[in-house]
């Protein structure tokens, strides 16, 4: 039962020499649980144009194998895939190439330092910009999970390297 819900269930025997019969039923409840949604980017930062692989091969259903459930992906800048919702594994690994904001509606990457014009801007340097990328996964029984991640183009995230020396006599 692809659906949650409550079936009765009945079960009936038949001689196949007499064609007397037998039956039984029972009521049986169907719990449909929720998908759980994994988004894997990578790189997740770096100047622009950025090209990121993403990944939902870690997002899992109890009753949905991982091949029938729905992926669907939207980039925060405007692009998706699979909006027409098809199930498969054929969305589970999907890339995007960001490099401009597409329009001047985007309140967050569009400011006073970094003006956009009607059409969007260019990610630089010196103003970057910020999306988040949402996965959206769809069961058999239509239930829903998201996750997402933050992707910043036109600057990398910087890298930390923690030096230490031993103590001596401590």
Do not use: M
Request: aromatic share 6%.
């Amino acid at each position: 039962y692809p659906n949650g819900g409550s079936y009765t269930v009945t079960l009936r025997a038949t001689n196949s020499t007499n064609g007397r019969f037998g039956e039984a039923s029972v009521d049986i409840e169907v719990t449909n649980n929720s998908p759980n949604a994994v988004i894997r980017a990578t790189p997740v930062s770096g100047p622009g144009p950025l090209t990121v692989k993403f990944n939902a091969t870690q997002s899992s259903d109890l009753e949905t194998p991982a091949d029938q459930l729905i992926y669907q992906w939207t980039y925060g800048d405007g692009g998706s895939a699979n909006d027409a919702g098809l199930a498969g594994a054929g969305f589970r690994e999907v890339e995007h190439t960001y490099s401009r904001v597409n329009t001047n509606a985007d309140t967050a990457n569009c400011t006073a330092t970094c003006p956009c014009t009607p059409t969007g801007r260019t990610c630089t340097a010196n103003c970057p910009c910020t999306f988040t990328a949402t996965l959206k996964v769809t069961d058999a029984g239509r239930k829903t999970d998201t996750d997402s991640v933050v992707i910043r183009v036109g600057n990398s995230d910087p890298l930390v390297n923690i030096t230490t020396t031993a103590l001596q006599g401590v």
